[in-house]
């Protein structure tokens, strides 16, 4: 089992910055993959970023691409992702979630075997 627990979110103006933090514990993360996705009021649950674990390739989806940055600290176990230059679109829930190396492309959210509860990010002035 894998546990996640996210941090970090909540509501910033448009253009600014903000960083979620997501806590993993359980079983080894040296095959795993880490992502991040984002669900909206009314829409489908859209990856936005992910990482190897064991390599750090970094994968990200073109809406975010150049704003976000996914980053693991392997001491302390934890996924962080950097967004800046937030935009009223990026507001959604963000999950931490993590599959395992052939579960499925990074970003597709069927490929996630473990979820974290989600945190709220809302970019509004």
């Known amino acids: 089992q894998v546990q996640l627990v996210e941090s970090g979110g909540g509501l910033v103006q448009p253009g600014g910055p903000l960083e979620l933090s997501c806590a993993a514990s359980?079983?080894?993360?040296?095959?795993?993959?880490l992502g991040w996705l984002r669900q909206a009021p009314g829409k489908d649950r859209e990856a936005v970023a992910a990482?190897?674990?064991?390599?750090?390739?970094?994968f990200y989806a073109d809406s975010v691409k150049g704003r976000f940055t996914i980053s693991t600290d392997n001491v302390k176990n934890t996924v962080s992702l950097q967004m800046n230059s937030l935009k009223p679109d990026d507001t959604a829930v963000y999950y931490c979630?993590?599959?395992?190396?052939?579960?499925?492309?990074?970003?597709?959210?069927?490929?996630?075997?473990?979820w974290g509860q989600g945190t709220q990010v809302t970019v509004s002035s």
């Open positions: 979630a993590a599959a395992f190396l052939g579960d499925g492309p990074w970003f597709s959210a069927e490929a996630y075997r473990y």
């Open positions: 359980g079983r080894t993360f040296s095959a795993n993959v």
């Open positions: 990482t190897i674990w064991s390599t750090a390739t970094t």
